[in-house]
């Protein structure tokens, strides 16, 4: 057959279809014209997911039915028709759960449509990754020692890796490092309170084989060695009487020596502290408070990775999160899971950025949105007209500290105009530890530490209550530290914040594209605390120390 003749069968073909996807959809017309309900052609809309799965495919088919959107307690439902009795009965069904049902006919090309969508569902229940066992490997680990004496050449591949993760999950360990350091040996480091910990270094020829158990773990391919691989896979361990499921991501990347893999644990426990304990003084907790109860607006956090950016987020949305309220996230990737709470993840190599998602999720009439991070143009201005279209937006910067927030978004071509009407906070951040309860020391504060304190303390605004320093005495850290802080003199972090809102001052300056120096000292003059200032009063507070205040800010 010539090709002249198949381009022809297939037009006909194609005119045939479209024959009968009209005859369908007339079908459908004239039934929701007898009936008096209205009717919708689903082909040119949007299916809300969060709808459709509330009743299984198999009810859905029977009553030839599919939610097709839910807003709140309202639920707009297509039927090929209504009047049967299994749709009566659906309705009913939904209406005695609280909800009210708009009704609606649809062909069957529509329906068929919609109901497509239950692969997505189907697809979601797949486990994302292998699940390993790790109960009982964390026996007798109370500290770093504990666990470098747990090391023998005994252990096989799949012992070992399995000591390093219980391991690390019972010393609150963020993150487990593999590092080929030459063609003989590899060393493994821990990250404790944002500080690495040497653990132990192996043999080339066992971390080889570790190498291999990890990329299985998180369906990598073996045979790629000279390219970055990104995976995660899973273990669970047994907390609180309970069996738990921690995430963990895996991230592979090529070096002169061999491939070094970094492990990022996700542990639930990370999220699970409430805003009132992340370290907010009061006279800031309060004006984060009143930014909350707005529905509007947007609020930034900035701070470089491991900065707490992600935990004060995860905060607001715990305190904004309830039944009446839809809130839909857009991260990259989802780190930890939220109750109640729709969360998307995106993916760049099918499209769906962060600036082709937050379009789609506004078309999702959520109230409020939370976007992972705000890196280009496009995003920057979707962000900002949610922030303008009735959304509360919460979103993350890059930026050094608060004020650099303004001409971030500036870089990005967002117009200054745009900038005051939207913003409604700006938050910075870094994370300290704290000194260790069981091994410091109370003393009398020296003399330089004095001068750093009181230079530094000079201008705090009057919205904070300035300490006596003659005579203060603070926590010093031990030196050699106790088993409890892992030999390190401190235990558990806590942040260090400052911000400030966009009022008529901040707005006037914004206009005319300031400097960073000119919005930090707006700021200040409002009343704004910086992040050392913040930190020092944690030292006079007996929570940290200058030396590790000096550390984290310089």
Same mark, same amino acid.
């Given at each position: 057959?010539?090709?002249?003749?198949?381009?022809?069968?297939?037009?006909?073909?194609?005119?045939?279809?479209?024959?009968?996807?009209?005859?369908?959809?007339?079908?459908? =017309?004239?039934? %929701? *014209? /007898?009936?008096? #309900?209205?009717?919708?052609?689903? $082909?040119?809309?949007? &299916?809300?997911?969060?709808?459709?799965?509330?009743?299984?495919?198999?009810?859905?088919?029977?009553?030839?039915?599919?939610?097709?959107?839910?807003?709140?307690?309202?639920?707009?439902v297509g039927f090929l028709d209504p009047s049967t009795e299994e749709a009566k009965k659906l309705m009913?069904?939904?209406?005695?759960?609280?909800?009210?049902?708009?009704?609606?006919?649809?062909?069957?090309?529509?329906?068929?449509?919609?109901?497509?969508?239950?692969?997505?569902?189907?697809?979601?229940?797949?486990?994302?990754?292998?699940?390993?066992?790790?109960?009982?490997?964390?026996?007798?680990?109370?500290?770093?020692?504990?666990?470098?004496?747990?090391?023998?050449?005994?252990?096989?591949?799949?012992?070992?890796?399995?000591?390093?993760?219980?391991?690390?999950? =019972?010393?609150? %360990? *963020? /993150?487990?490092? #593999?590092?080929?350091?030459?063609? $003989?040996?590899?060393? &493994?480091?821990?990250?404790?309170?944002?500080?690495?910990?040497?653990?132990?270094?192996?043999?080339?020829?066992?971390?080889?084989?570790?190498?291999?158990?990890?990329?299985?773990?998180?369906?990598?391919?073996?045979?790629?060695?000279?390219?970055?691989?990104?995976?995660?896979?899973?273990?669970?361990?047994?907390?609180?009487?309970?069996?738990?499921?921690?995430?963990?991501?895996?991230?592979?990347?090529?070096?002169?020596?061999?491939?070094?893999?970094?492990?990022?644990?996700?542990?639930?426990?990370?999220?699970?502290?409430?805003?009132?304990?992340?370290?907010?003084?009061?006279?800031?907790?309060?004006?984060?408070?009143?930014?909350?109860?707005?529905?509007?607006?947007?609020?930034?956090?900035?701070?470089?990775?491991?900065?707490?950016?992600?935990?004060?987020?995860? *905060?607001?949305?715990?305190?904004?999160?309830?039944?009446?309220?839809?809130?839909?996230?857009?991260?990259?990737?989802?780190?930890?899971?939220?109750?109640?709470?729709?969360?998307?993840?995106?993916?760049?190599?099918?499209?769906?950025?962060?600036?082709?998602?937050?379009r789609s999720i506004v078309r999702q009439d959520p109230d409020i949105i939370l976007v992972g991070e705000?890196?280009?143009?496009?995003?920057?201005?979707?962000?900002?007209?949610?922030?303008?279209?009735?959304?509360?937006?919460?979103?993350?910067?890059?930026?050094?500290?608060?004020?650099?927030?303004?001409?971030?978004?500036?870089?990005?071509?967002?117009?200054?105009?745009?900038?005051?009407?939207?913003?409604?906070?700006?938050?910075?951040?870094?994370?300290?530890?704290?000194?260790?309860?069981?091994?410091?020391?109370?003393?009398?504060?020296?003399?330089?530490?004095?001068?750093?304190?009181?230079?530094?303390?000079?201008?705090?605004?009057?919205?904070?209550?300035?300490?006596?320093?003659?005579?203060?005495?603070?926590?010093?850290?031990?030196?050699?530290?106790?088993?409890?802080?892992?030999?390190?003199?401190?235990?558990?972090?806590?942040?260090?914040f400052e911000l400030f809102v966009i009022d008529d001052e901040m707005e006037k300056l914004i206009i005319?594209?300031?400097?960073?120096?000119?919005?930090?000292?707006?700021?200040?003059?409002?009343?704004?605390?910086?992040?050392?200032?913040?930190?020092?009063?944690?030292?006079?507070?007996?929570?940290?120390?200058?030396?590790?205040?000096?550390?984290?800010?310089?």
């Amino acid at each position: 057959m010539s090709p002249n003749n198949k381009k022809t069968e297939q037009d006909v073909d194609e005119k045939i279809q479209q024959i009968h996807q009209e005859q369908e959809e007339e079908r459908a =017309k004239k039934l %929701a *014209s /007898d009936t008096g #309900f209205p009717y919708k052609n689903l $082909k040119t809309s949007p &299916i809300d997911e969060t709808g459709l799965f509330l009743i299984d495919e198999e009810k859905a088919k029977k009553a030839g039915a599919a939610i097709v959107q839910k807003k709140q307690k309202e639920l707009y439902v297509g039927f090929l028709d209504p009047s049967t009795e299994e749709a009566k009965k659906l309705m009913k069904e939904l209406e005695d759960k609280g909800y009210s049902v708009e009704a609606f006919i649809v062909s069957r090309g529509s329906i068929d449509k919609a109901w497509s969508r239950y692969k997505n569902k189907i697809e979601e229940k797949k486990p994302i990754s292998k699940k390993v066992e790790i109960d009982g490997m964390d026996k007798g680990v109370d500290n770093i020692e504990d666990l470098r004496e747990k090391f023998s050449d005994d252990l096989n591949t799949t012992e070992l890796l399995n000591l390093i993760m219980a391991g690390a999950l =019972k010393l609150e %360990a *963020s /993150d487990v490092h #593999f590092e080929a350091e030459s063609e $003989k040996n590899a060393r &493994i480091r821990i990250r404790i309170d944002g500080i690495l910990r040497d653990l132990k270094d192996i043999p080339f020829k066992k971390y080889d084989s570790l190498i291999s158990r990890i990329k299985i773990l998180s369906e990598l391919k073996l045979n790629i060695t000279k390219a970055p691989q990104d995976g995660r896979f899973s273990f669970s361990i047994k907390r609180d009487g309970s069996e738990k499921e921690i995430e963990v991501r895996t991230s592979i990347i090529p070096g002169p020596n061999g491939e070094n893999i970094v492990l990022r644990i996700l542990d639930p426990k990370t999220i699970e502290l409430q805003l009132e304990d992340l370290g907010i003084q009061d006279y800031d907790f309060k004006v984060i408070q009143e930014e909350l109860k707005k529905t509007t607006g947007m609020i930034v956090t900035t701070g470089p990775t491991g900065s707490g950016k992600t935990t004060l987020l995860y *905060s607001f949305l715990k305190k904004k999160n309830s039944p009446e309220v839809k809130i839909i996230t857009l991260e990259n990737p989802i780190e930890y899971h939220l109750e109640g709470v729709e969360q998307t993840q995106v993916n760049p190599d099918k499209g769906y950025t962060f600036a082709a998602g937050l379009r789609s999720i506004v078309r999702q009439d959520p109230d409020i949105i939370l976007v992972g991070e705000i890196r280009d143009n496009e995003t920057a201005k979707t962000a900002i007209n949610a922030a303008l279209t009735g959304h509360l937006v919460f979103s993350t910067l890059h930026t050094n500290d608060a004020a650099g927030a303004i001409p971030r978004l500036m870089d990005m071509k967002v117009s200054p105009k745009m900038i005051p009407a939207s913003l409604n906070l700006v938050i910075a951040q870094r994370l300290v530890r704290k000194v260790c309860p069981k091994c410091s020391k109370e003393v009398e504060i020296e003399k330089e530490g004095l001068e750093k304190l009181k230079k530094g303390l000079k201008d705090l605004s009057s919205r904070a209550k300035k300490p006596k320093l003659e005579g203060i005495k603070i926590k010093k850290a031990s030196e050699k530290g106790c088993p409890y802080c892992n030999f390190t003199g401190y235990k558990g972090r806590i942040g260090v914040f400052e911000l400030f809102v966009i009022d008529d001052e901040m707005e006037k300056l914004i206009i005319k594209t300031p400097s960073i120096a000119e919005i930090k000292e707006t700021a200040i003059k409002a009343g704004m605390v910086t992040m050392k200032q913040d930190g020092f009063l944690k030292v006079t507070q007996k929570i940290t120390t200058i030396e590790e205040i000096e550390r984290v800010l310089g």
